[in-house]
């Protein structure tokens, strides 16, 4: 922000005070939150098939496989193969159209989900032990709602 400062002294360079730290705490955040779901042999991004499945608790189909994990349709395609071949998600044909597919755990996927999230949560709750109960608790209320202004913007782009 100073160099900025010092180049363009009229630019008002506040926005990226926030959106700068927001990036590198998620690029940090992600690299660190990883390290346990990897010495599983999973990347994040399967692993928010598996959790998508397991909080949902039913079948889902490939879009809103999509839609919950934020990921193309391409991507869910190939993570969902990956995990296939791993014996954790099974798909079923949809009766009325065979286009459609269903996606859910199997009994091996759910209990590994079941036994990693604790770990995980354990870990991802040491990355954030450096901030008390009450700054964390304003963190997540804050970032709750720039949350909710984004995901706002994003419906009126989507809808424009």
Do not use: N
């Amino acid at each position: 922000m100073g160099q900025w400062q010092r180049v363009l002294p009229d630019l008002d360079t506040e926005p990226i005070g926030v959106i700068g730290r927001l990036t590198r705490c998620a690029a940090l955040l992600r690299q660190a939150s990883d390290a346990p779901l990897a010495h599983e042999g999973f990347s994040r991004p399967e692993f928010d098939i598996l959790s998508a499945l397991r909080r949902e608790d039913r079948e889902l189909s490939f879009g809103r496989l999509a839609r919950e994990t934020y990921a193309s349709g391409t991507a869910v395609t190939k993570r969902v193969r990956t995990l296939e071949e791993k014996g954790l998600v099974v798909r079923r044909p949809d009766a009325r159209d065979r286009r459609v597919a269903h996606l859910s755990l199997t009994d091996g996927g759910r209990q590994l989900v079941d036994r990693i999230m604790p770990e995980q949560v354990a870990y991802e709750r040491s990355l954030l032990a450096g901030l008390g109960g009450e700054r964390r608790e304003q963190l997540s209320e804050v970032l709750g709602e720039l949350l909710h202004l984004l995901e706002g913007r994003e419906g009126v782009r989507e809808s424009g």
